[in-house]
């Protein structure tokens, strides 16, 4: 059987791709990572996954919002439906981060989020779309301040097809209205690279184009897409950009839109279908055969049609490989535009298009101006590629005439633009405006370009700015350029991307109220946004909110039930240091892999970054098992991502580590040994026992052939997927196509023997047992206790193949859908000697005319400790669960995703309390793709909650609060009751005389309170600006450009003196005209009453100091921040969630502490109702404007953005050196304070962590120096 092809358009494109990869020595990152997802991901039909969990849950008579049966099966705790909001607080799922991820990759280290790849802008930069990787579309409709997901509980209908989800964005089309809810949104899904082959690129193939008015406005658990997604003609495909037709009326019907796509373009017309209005989407014809040069040489493909716009009535399109073309009857006939080449010799004669091109136009709309690239020499290998900016100055042109492509000369390198990058990371966007008032008036055009990365202090994006002067691209003025004499300017003439995230995909523009430009950047870390033109240095992080972080990996922390850790694509190795907020560890920037947290010295955290590569932190006494260098072999024949396991040993207070590259390494002595070693487990004969070794010993380079070799399992399995310890001395490594076992010795510790349990070609045993098949298999999870594991895969022993349209004269080639397996999770029974079907991926009822169910492949798989015979499985449509019955045979699988939205789910682990205590939570954690991480408490029911935390790792589930902190060592002393993070104190503003400056100059973040004071009022000129008191490379250039620009003494230094500080004191005035400096630095005049977030008052506000976790504030009229959480998928409505707020004073702190809080429970439960409770003596409760204690938080408050309720207290009268003690609780209409105390209230310890509706806060108050905010 040969799957060679006879269409000649498949033939001539596999031709092709064979001399493109003949040119590559190695593959880059880029394309390994994609390699690794596409496998984790599998092809998964979601259309017949949709369609079969209907049926599933009507034949379960499972509600339309996940109301369980009447008959539920028998589980711990069973709960209710598929991707449905939470109705109920059984096994009700949360999500827990990341929010925002802070301290990301780029200059600054700013906030990031995961890939976004594209945006649509309002014209005023007020509201935005934005289209993520595989986590749906996002809203915001403050400037980026904060992000909402649209139909992020919505299961969209599919067909058959492939690897295809409503939720993989390609683009967006919006046409903004007066309002949001007069938006209209469409979502081309399915991202840019989709193939559906092993070793292809893993971005998600699309389902149609979704269609919405207004969807921002609409329900959070609603689902605002229209029925109609032209699924019949667009299914599996990727759709890259659209068009609305010139004169069509948005919406209404006889609206028109072209839209390119990975399956050709296709006119889509609205119209009545049904009873309701709809596209209809139908295939266009391709241009004729275009000039070779420039094009590569074969026929336009099907594929090729990257971008598209409009000129007039003219529509332009660019194809992959082949050039642009123009039609003048929205896309029945085309032409091809001039296509000419940079002179030699920079481009020989006979170089040719390569790759895909992007296309924008000039706000004139009469000028053209198209990104791609060049190959020199086609069929040589490695021949020098040269990127181009071509202009078409004449795309009105009347034939015979066409419009010619001019390229455009000092184009950035393809080093310096997207080495090796281009098809992924490309985005184009254009300005104009007036240079010269004439007349005539001159209008020059200003080019944005975006690709990949550029290397500064560290990576950042590749983003440059020219204006075009003649067939010249020119630095920008005041925005790239690098003036002379100074140092404010452009690192690089021209570059614009520091401080923002690498990879870029979308480049949008806005345009302020005083006619400047607003810069939109989608990227792999989110969203970036510059207010002045995109200068450099003035871009600033918009990810708050925004949870789209494609996971990988996850582990928790033996020990604390909320610290964790995660490996995640494009965004590093992440630990969780809020409620929703996580952080990017400085050594452990890039990709993200395995994560694990040492079982003993639970301080230290190794993450994999790709292949061989692991890190430690702290790194002092590590050491890697490899030292990746260039063309490691040992690398090359890793999985890009793995998993990795760790495990206590019963003896000693030590803990054990193994991983894989393609065989198994452990440790032993991580943190107990200077540095820690490794060792390869052996390849044996059945019970032949052989030393573990170390076969790359010294500098941990590459060694000999035989040390290579060495513990390598014969007959092709491939590189290990994960590994899991079943006990101490037995650990199991699952590799691409098959399973080994390793144990060892009790009576030779050391010494150890392995079995083959699973490898290809295996002779298949008497029934029932059978053999697992798969394309690769997934993950792998021991029975404690026992020999027997569960084994995942993806479901299919082969790929899909794609439908391609009929071009004449070759017909169409149907799709050819994956062959099922046989199951998608097998249980091996150790007695019986083989492996079991459990039946998951049986669970869902055919959807005709197929056959077989549909095929839905599990990724992840755990076993609850506590009942071992309860497992879970993640799959692309949910997660399982089963319980094992007699004979190792398993009950029917029930769905357990009450509140959890559709995605896949990446990784499943389960943290449980190792102390067993009475009452602690047993969590599982679910990695989503796009989505972050979510939990459920297995152990109980949990109510409703809102509340706040005595410290930054107290997740208010155990009782008293452990105090911890699990980010130091185990012995480090315990974290202080008294500090709580969420409450956080500020000068009132605004204020009536601005500080005066004090002091030595500001050179550097040693003066952090000062500097924070000056950033507060300073970012009231330069919006970009955080202010947290650190002094960074891009805060330093705009202290000097604003030097020079005021003119001041010595204006070229970087300091901040008493010249500038006064001069941006005056000058820096908020929305009202008043003093911006104390502002909430979180407002600003597009959201002037916002509340904070967590990340807000986590880094920016700064106390004047901070001794042993005490304030020191100063004797001014404060605002006090109080950060509210909220326990529920369910988030309480504006208005709904308060604080009550209560502050006494005394000469000692510890006079304050013992405070008997007895009362405090009556009195704020009276203010939701009952009896009426005076204020407790002692105790100043500020009012709320409604003249009550209850300080309601003006937005909805959801468990996956915490925010803030500000409350104003004045501490102008307490004597210098005083201690006041601050309490807040929290509480809401869904939880009117009702959390029963765990223990007695008589002192101030004894409330906050026996009560999670309270925390508490000590400050010391001081005079200020100076003058006075408010005399």
């Known amino acids: 059987m040969t799957n060679a092809s006879t269409d000649p358009r498949i033939a001539a494109e596999k031709a092709w791709e064979r001399r493109r990869d003949r040119k590559s020595k190695k593959q880059k990152n880029s394309t390994a990572r994609d390699a690794f997802l596409e496998g984790s991901t599998g092809f998964v039909d979601r259309q017949a996954l949709s369609a079969s969990l209907s049926a599933f849950m009507t ?42 991820v802070r301290q990301g990759q780029a200059d600054g280290r700013p906030r990031v989020s995961g890939r976004v790849r594209d945006l649509a802008v309002s014209p005023d930069g007020v509201r935005a779309y934005a289209g ?156 004729p055969a275009p000039a070779v040069p420039p094009a590569r040489g074969v026929a336009t493909q099907f594929a090729d049609p990257t971008d598209l716009c409009y000129v007039g009535n003219r529509l332009f399109v660019c194809f992959s490989h082949t050039g642009v073309a123009f039609s003048d009857d929205n896309g029945n006939s085309f032409a091809w535009a001039t296509m000419n080449f940079l002179p030699p010799p920079t481009v020989p004669a006979g170089s040719r298009l390569i790759g895909r091109m992007s296309i924008a136009v000039n706000d004139d709309n009469n000028q053209i101006y198209v990104l791609g690239e060049v190959d020199t020499n086609p069929f040589v290998n490695n021949s020098p590629l040269v990127a181009h900016v071509w202009q078409i100055a004449n795309p009105g042109a009347i034939a015979p005439a066409v419009p010619i492509a001019t390229p455009l000369n000092n184009v950035p390198t393809t080093a310096n633009l997207w080495p090796g990058q281009r098809d992924y990371d490309q985005a184009i966007v254009v300005t104009t405006r007036t240079t010269a008032v004439g007349p005539p008036p001159v209008r020059t055009d200003r080019v944005y370009i975006g690709g990949s990365l550029t290397w500064l202090a560290n990576w950042n994006a590749s983003i440059w700015a020219f204006d075009v002067i003649g067939n010249n691209l020119v630095p920008s003025p005041g925005v790239s350029d690098q003036p002379a004499g100074t140092t404010h300017g452009a690192s690089t003439p021209g570059l614009i991307g520091n401080a923002v995230h690498p990879d870029v995909h979308s480049l949008r523009k806005a345009t302020n109220l005083d006619g400047s430009s607003q810069i939109w950047v989608g990227c792999d870390g989110g969203v970036f946004v510059s207010l002045r033109n995109g200068q450099s240095n003035t871009f600033a992080a918009k990810n708050v909110g925004l949870s789209s972080i494609e996971s990988v990996f996850s582990a928790n922390h033996p020990t604390s039930s909320h610290f964790a850790i995660l490996g995640c694509q494009d965004n590093g190795r992440q630990v969780r240091v809020g409620s929703t907020v996580w952080e990017l560890k400085t050594t452990m920037q890039g990709d993200g892999g395995g994560v694990v947290f040492h079982p003993v010295q639970s301080h230290y955290v190794m993450g994999q970054f790709t292949s061989a590569n692991w890190a430690c932190d702290p790194s002092s006494r590590y050491v890697e098992p490899c030292n990746v260098a260039v063309n490691d072999a040992e690398s090359a024949a890793s999985g890009f991502y793995s998993g990795i396991a760790a495990i206590r040993r019963a003896a000693g207070n030590l803990g054990r580590i193994a991983l894989g590259t393609n065989r198994v390494w452990i440790t032993d002595d991580l943190g107990t040994s200077n540095p820690n070693t490794w060792r390869v487990l052996p390849i044996t004969a059945a019970g032949i026992f052989v030393q573990a070794r170390d076969p790359r010993p010294g500098g941990r380079g590459p060694s000999t052939p035989a040390n290579l070799a060495f513990g390598v399992p014969a007959g092709a399995l491939g590189p290990v997927v994960t590994v899991k310890w079943s006990d101490e001395r037995t650990v199991l490594a699952l590799f691409n196509q098959g399973v080994v076992q390793y144990q060892e010795s009790v009576a030779n510790p050391g010494r150890w023997t392995s079995t083959i349990i699973l490898s290809p070609g295996m002779v298949a045993p008497a029934a029932p047992l059978v053999v697992p098949a798969a394309t690769f298999f997934t993950d792998i999870e021991p029975v404690p206790g026992t020999s027997d594991f569960y084994l995942t895969g993806t479901g299919q022993t082969s790929q899909w193949t794609p439908a391609i349209p009929a071009v004449a004269p070759n017909p169409s080639v149907a799709a050819a859908p994956p062959l099922p397996a046989q199951d998608t999770c097998y249980y091996f029974d150790s007695a019986a000697g083989g492996f079991r079907l459990t039946g998951l991926g049986a669970i869902l009822p055919p959807v005709p005319p197929i056959l077989h169910s549909p095929i839905d492949p599990a990724y992840s798989v755990v076993v609850d400790p506590t009942n071992v015979n309860t497992v879970y499985v993640g799959t692309a449509s949910a997660v399982w669960s089963a319980n094992k019955i007699a004979g190792n045979a398993h009950s029917p699988w029930r769905l357990f995703v009450n509140g959890l939205p559709e995605c896949t789910v990446q990784d499943l682990n389960i943290w449980a309390d190792p102390t067993g205590a009475a009452g602690s939570p047993r969590l599982l954690r679910a990695a989503l793709q796009s989505r972050g991480v979510w939990e459920v408490n297995l152990a109980a029911a949990e109510p409703s909650r809102t509340y706040l935390r005595v410290h930054a790792r107290d997740d208010r589930r155990i009782f008293p609060t452990p105090m911890q902190n699990p980010r130091r060592r185990p012995a480090a002393p315990a974290e202080r009751f008294f500090a709580s993070p969420d409450i956080c104190i500020r000068p009132e503003a605004p204020v009536t005389n601005p500080p005066s400056f004090r002091g030595t100059n500001l050179l550097n973040g040693s003066l952090r309170y000062q500097l924070w004071t000056f950033q507060t009022a300073f970012r009231w000129i330069y919006p970009s600006i955080i202010p947290d008191g650190q002094w960074s490379d891009q805060f330093g250039d705009l202290v000097e450009r604003h030097r020079r620009l005021l003119g001041l003494p010595n204006a070229g230094s970087r300091r901040v003196d008493a010249a500038l500080w006064t001069a941006v004191m005056t000058a820096a005035l908020d929305e009202n005209g008043s003093p911006g400096v104390y502002r909430a630095p979180w407002q600003n005049a597009v959201v002037p009453d916002l509340p904070g977030s967590e990340i807000d008052l986590m880094e920016t506000v700064i106390p004047r100091r901070n001794i042993n976790d005490v304030w020191q504030v100063y004797r001014d009229r404060s605002t006090v921040d109080v950060l509210l959480h909220h326990r529920d998928t369910r988030p309480v409505a504006a208005n709904g969630s308060f604080a009550v707020l209560l502050w006494r004073s005394a000469p000692s702190q510890n006079t304050l502490l013992a405070t008997d809080c007895t009362n405090l429970v009556p009195f704020a439960r009276s203010l939701t109702g009952g009896v009426p409770q005076p204020i407790p003596a002692g105790w100043n409760v500020p009012l709320a404007t409604d003249g009550t204690p209850l300080h309601r938080l003006s937005v909805p408050l959801a468990a996956r953005m915490p925010r803030a309720v500000s409350i104003n207290i004045n501490l102008s009268a307490i004597p210098t050196g005083q201690r006041v003690l601050i309490v807040a609780i929290a509480g809401s209409t869904t939880d009117p304070f009702s959390a029963v105390p765990a223990g007695t209230l008589d002192r101030v310890e004894r409330l906050v962590r026996h009560w999670p509706h309270a925390a508490a806060r000590v400050i010391s108050v001081w005079r200020r120096p100076g003058t006075q905010l408010f005399p």
């Open 132 to 287: 993520t990787a595989k986590g749906g579309v996002w809203y915001t409709g403050d400037g980026g301040a904060t992000w909402e997901p649209l139909g992020g509980w919505a299961n969209e209908p599919r067909r058959i097809g492939g690897n295809v989800s409503a939720f993989a964005s390609g683009c967006l089309l919006v046409s903004f209205g007066a309002n949001a809810a007069a938006d209209f949104v469409m979502l081309g899904t399915g991202e840019i690279g989709a193939r559906q082959r092993a070793t292809g690129h893993t971005a998600t193939r699309g389902m149609g184009i979704l269609v919405a008015t207004g969807p921002a406005s609409a329900a959070l658990d609603g689902d605002p897409w229209e029925t109609e997604t032209g699924i019949n003609v667009l299914e599996g495909v990727s759709v890259d950009r659209m068009v609305r037709v010139p004169g069509a009326v948005v919406g209404a019907n006889g609206d028109q839109v072209i839209a390119a796509t990975s399956g050709g373009l296709f006119r889509g017309t609205r119209s009545m279908v049904g009873a309701d209005l709809g596209f209809t989407w139908i295939p266009l014809q391709f241009p």
């Open 59 to 100: 034949q379960a008579e499972i509600g339309e919002f996940g109301e369980p049966g009447r008959a539920p099966g028998p589980s711990p705790m069973a709960g209710p439906a598929p991707m449905a909001f939470a109705v109920n607080n059984i096994n009700r799922w949360v999500p827990i981060g990341p929010s925002v």
